[in-house]
């Protein structure tokens, strides 16, 4: 069964294609792809495209404010090689995420990662989360620090989807910081 999560301000559950339209809106916007490494979205018909060949993927959910019901951005859970970061472990994930313009500076990508990190550690079995931005993108390194990542390390050569090359800083929490951070105590 479809995975549908909950928080105070957000519903997130996986990508469909009635999602075309919304997701063209938002992904249409030049300040919101290129600097996570994907291209502008050009088309309903792109956006379609790009929920069946990229958003499909496991553990990548349409994150969808209350307030519309309609999705404004995305986050995902990325496994092996998948994921951005090279060599990852089994039981390591990576996030990745964004939200249209619109939306930007409430705090939405921050409750969305909160939520994913407990599903992460408490139901996915992981004991390290990384997440990388590209080196500039200070709203990405904020959404970071504030969730608790640290600093794992950089790397000078990322190639992005559009061809382009990015110095790219990966942050990591495991899931002893994680709890620490929530105040659990230490199994
Ligand atoms: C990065 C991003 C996901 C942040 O999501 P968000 O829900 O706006 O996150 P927050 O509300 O916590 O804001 C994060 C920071 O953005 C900055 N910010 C807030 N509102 C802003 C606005 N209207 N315009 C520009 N920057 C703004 C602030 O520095 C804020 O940090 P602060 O809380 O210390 O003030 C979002 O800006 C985005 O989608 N950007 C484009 C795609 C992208 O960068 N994805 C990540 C790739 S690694």
């Not at 620090?145 to 992005?160: A, L, P």
Request: net charge negative; proline share 5%.
């Amino acid at each position: 069964m479809d995975t549908v999560i909950e928080t105070k301000r957000l519903i997130l559950r996986p990508w469909e294609d009635r999602d075309a339209p919304a997701l063209f809106k938002y992904a249409k916007d030049e300040r919101v792809g290129p600097i996570a490494g994907w291209p502008v979205h050009t088309s309903i018909e792109h956006s379609l495209d790009v929920i069946h060949s990229v958003l499909s993927a496991p553990e990548t959910y349409a994150v969808i404010p209350k307030e519309t019901g309609e999705p404004a951005g995305s986050i995902g859970i990325m496994f092996g090689t998948d994921a951005t970061l090279g060599n990852m472990k089994p039981c390591e994930a990576e996030l990745g995420y964004w939200i249209g313009v619109p939306f930007w500076g409430r705090g939405l990508i921050p409750e969305a990662v909160e939520k994913l990190l407990e599903r992460c550690f408490e139901i996915l079995d992981c004991n390290t989360v990384y997440c990388g931005y590209y080196e500039g993108n200070d709203r990405s390194r904020r959404v970071q620090e504030k969730c608790g990542f640290r600093y794992y390390r950089t790397e000078t050569e990322h190639i992005d989807m559009c061809g382009v090359k990015h110095v790219e800083i990966f942050n990591r929490i495991t899931k002893d910081e994680w709890r620490i951070r929530r105040g659990l105590e230490m199994k």
